[in-house]
């Protein structure tokens, strides 16, 4: 899974809805930084949906192998 890292802005053109730009105006809100924040968030969400899908096939044989056989190294646990 990449990460996303903050190391260059590009301008861009962008269509907000106008009443929600102008109150965001109003109260003082950075429109540029809100939309890189939101979007930053919804790029990692979409990131962490993709690697759970293409690992779901793993994921579910490890689950039903320590549902099998418990933890690897229980033995050895101290909590």
């Known amino acids: 899974m990449s990460t996303i ?5 590009k301008a861009t053109n962008i269509t907000l809805s106008a009443d929600v730009l102008n109150e965001a105006k109003s109260l003082g809100i950075n429109i540029s930084q809100a939309c890189d924040q939101f979007l930053r968030e919804l790029v990692r969400q979409e990131q962490e949906r993709r690697w759970q899908a293409e690992n779901a096939e793993f994921i579910a044989a490890y689950n039903a ?12 646990r101290t909590f």
Do not use: I, N, Y
């Open 65 to 76: 192998g320590v549902e099998r056989d418990g933890l690897p190294l229980e033995a050895w």
């Open 5 to 9: 890292t903050s190391t260059s802005k």
